[in-house]
């Protein structure tokens, strides 16, 4: 069962911030939050993990509430590259869900 | 540096044929997974390998799916007597760890292959 859930879908303005949220209120104290993306009839991509503290890569950050019961990816300005199925999972959780459909649009 | 690579890309069979889908994972990654995505879904676990051994076989949907890993490298999963509803997109990943860690598992990203579209007629 997914320890996971988001918005089926998002759309957003390119050149604006895109903010994908996750719940993941039954998560324990060591797992980490993983966020992957899936561009249409590609395999899935990592973009970035964190456990406890907010992180930052050249693709995205990622924002995790204090009590780590949910997160948020930012892509801090979206192209319309980025329009894709992004998942947020839980590290063991080997079942990624459906995902939120982020459509990016010009 | 090579990725994760799947064979055949397409594979079109009918109805009751056995096929076997292939995935060499990235050189030197200890664990290997296999999904699949039907159309507008998405993914679905169906095992992993830590080395040769698979110790979850739970996402396996039937006892027609099987899959074996030689050497730590390349896996096969086999579909014996395909249906119509085992058409779906096979995903292949793999990572350099997947362990357990404090009574949880934990592991390293994963790095995808392209998929191997199977079509049961």
């Known amino acids: 069962d997914a320890k996971t859930t988001q918005p089926p879908s998002m759309d957003c303005a390119e050149g604006r911030a895109a903010n994908l949220p996750c719940n993941h209120s039954t998560i324990s104290g060591n797992e980490y939050v993983y966020w992957y993306r899936q561009i249409h009839s590609q395999g899935p991509q990592y973009i970035i993990h964190?456990?406890?503290n907010n992180e930052t890569n050249e693709m995205a950050s990622l924002i995790i509430t204090e009590d780590r019961k949910s997160s948020t990816l930012i892509l801090p300005h979206a192209t319309l590259r980025d329009t894709a199925v992004y998942y947020c999972i839980l590290v063991g959780q080997l079942t990624f869900g459906s995902g939120t459909q982020l459509t990016v649009l010009p | 540096g090579a990725g994760v690579s799947q064979s055949p890309s397409n594979k079109v069979t009918e109805k009751g044929k056995d096929v076997e889908l292939r995935c060499d994972p990235i050189?030197?990654?200890?664990?290997l997974y296999w999904y699949r995505q039907s159309l507008g879904q998405g993914l679905e676990f169906l095992i992993y390998f830590q080395g040769n051994s698979a110790p979850d076989k739970s996402g396996l949907p039937s006892d027609r799916f099987s899959a074996e890993r030689t050497g730590g490298s390349v896996s096969t999963l086999t579909i014996q007597r395909t249906q119509q509803e085992d058409s779906a997109v096979y995903l292949c990943?793999?990572?350099?760890?997947?362990?357990?860690?404090?009574?949880?598992?934990?592991?390293?990203?994963?790095?995808f292959g392209p998929g191997t579209r199977l079509t049961v007629l």
């Open positions: 990943a793999s990572s350099s760890y997947y362990g357990t860690s404090g009574g949880g598992r934990t592991y390293n990203e994963q790095f």
């Open positions: 964190g456990l406890k």
């Open positions: 050189s030197g990654h200890t664990a």
